[in-house]
C-alpha cells in the first residue's frame, strides 16, 4: 500500500513561509534540488491545494525553457508536468487543470484510502492547509521535513495545534552543504 508522505520546507522555528507568504529565505541550492528531484521522482504522485498548484503551475510548466534555469530545475519541470496532481479546491471550476492534474473538492478519508491502495509510488502532500487537513483525519503516514538554517520569526506554523502527542519514530536523517537537514519520520 502506498503511503501519505508530508514533505515540505520548514524554518528552524517552525514555519513554512513567513509573512505575505515569504519563502525567500528558503536556500534550496543545487544539491539540494537535485536530491528533491531524486525523492519526487519515483512518487505516484503529488497532492496539493489550490495555491500551492497555482504556484506551482505559474512557474514549472515552462521552467525549462529558461536559460537561467539550472540543471536541476530544467528536470524539475519535466518531472513536475509528467506527476499526477490531485488538487484539492472546493473554490476552483471545473475546468481542465492541464499538467495531469485531477480536481478533488474535498478530503474525505475513504476516498484517500483508495488512492493509497491503488497500484503506484507513494504519494506526497504539500501545502500547509491541505496537509493539515490530512493531518487532522490520521492520514500522514510518513514525514519528509527539510530544516532551514534560519529563524523566520513570524509567519504560517508547519504544523497546527492538535489534541495531544504524536509519537513518530525516526527513520533517517541528512545533511546538505548549504546547511539544511533533512528528518524523515514514519509512524511506529
Known sequence: MRKIILMMQVSLDGYFEGLDRDISWHRVDEELHQYMNDEIRPLGGLLTGRVTHELMAAYWPTADADPASTAPE???AGIWRDMPKYVYSRTLPDADLGWNSTLVRDVVPAEVAALKAAPGGDLVV????????????DLV?????FVHPVRIGRGRPLFPPSDGPVPLRLEDTRTFGNGVVQLRYGRP
Do not use: K, N, P
Open 141 to 145: 503516514d510518513a514525514y519528509r521535513i
Open 126 to 137: 504539500g501545502g500547509a492547509d491541505l496537509a493539515a487537513t490530512f493531518l487532522r483525519h
Open 74 to 76: 530544467v528536470e524539475f
